[in-house]
């Protein structure tokens, strides 16, 4: 496993949570125990696919991506669940980026409520993708500032943003975004 900014510790976060029961978080505490290490021969359906049938969630899924699987909790707020190890620290490198990162830019990242190891709730956004295709330029503005306040937005893209409530543009996935030069997710990519 590969750190990103400050490593391993804070990928292991509390479970406590406000808003899923004690049945739910056992649940995604099984799932990640049984996740494993990335396999090349899984397919990401195949990984969605045994993630739900072990969660056994009665909430919808509303989309995934390669590293994690989001549900709705029908009350304004999201749930993802990492899909693998690189899920895994996305989740707690979101956190993170969340609570360290300059006001000015916070406004611009999907609000975090709760989240523990492998999970995060963020507030649900609309996901519009003629809309972002549309508003294409101001993703490219959104780029230059989190740069301007030290943060690489790895995997920025058209997939990873939605609209709030006063249709602001906001990121829904940083969970690679780094503060850190020598991120290891850097030196693949360059
Ligand atoms: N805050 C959100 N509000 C609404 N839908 C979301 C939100 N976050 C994620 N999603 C949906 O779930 C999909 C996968 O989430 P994402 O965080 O991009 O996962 P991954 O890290 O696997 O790429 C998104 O493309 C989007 O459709
Ligand atoms: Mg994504």
């Not at 990928?11 to 995604?28: C, D, F, G, V």
């Not at 990640?32 to 969605?48: D, L, W």
């Not at 993170?96 to 409520?113: A, D, S």
């Not at 937005?153 to 690679?176: C, H, K, Q, S, W």
Request: charge should be positive.
């Amino acid at each position: 496993m590969w750190p990103i900014n400050n490593g391993k510790e804070r990928i292991h976060q509390p479970n406590k949570s406000k808003m899923l029961s004690r049945q739910e978080i056992k649940a995604i505490e099984s799932w990640i125990s049984q996740m494993g290490p990335f396999q090349f021969y899984k397919t990401v359906i195949q990984n969605v696919s045994t993630a739900r049938k072990t969660l056994k969630f009665k909430y919808k899924m509303v989309g995934h991506g390669f590293n994690r699987v989001v549900f709705d909790l029908n009350n304004g707020y999201i749930l993802k669940i990492a899909l693998s190890e690189v899920g895994l620290i996305s989740t707690a490198n979101e956190a993170y980026i969340y609570n360290n990162c300059n006001e000015e830019v916070k406004k611009y990242l999907c609000p975090v409520k709760e989240y523990g190891t492998g999970w995060i709730i963020m507030k649900k956004m609309d996901i519009n993708m003629p809309r972002a295709i549309m508003e294409y330029p101001k993703l490219i503005k959104l780029e230059l500032k989190f740069l301007k306040y030290g943060i690489i937005p790895i995997d920025l893209r058209l997939a990873n943003v939605g609209f709030t409530e006063n249709d602001e543009m906001v990121v829904i996935d940083y969970g690679l975004f780094t503060k850190d030069l020598n991120s290891p997710v850097l030196r693949w990519l360059v």
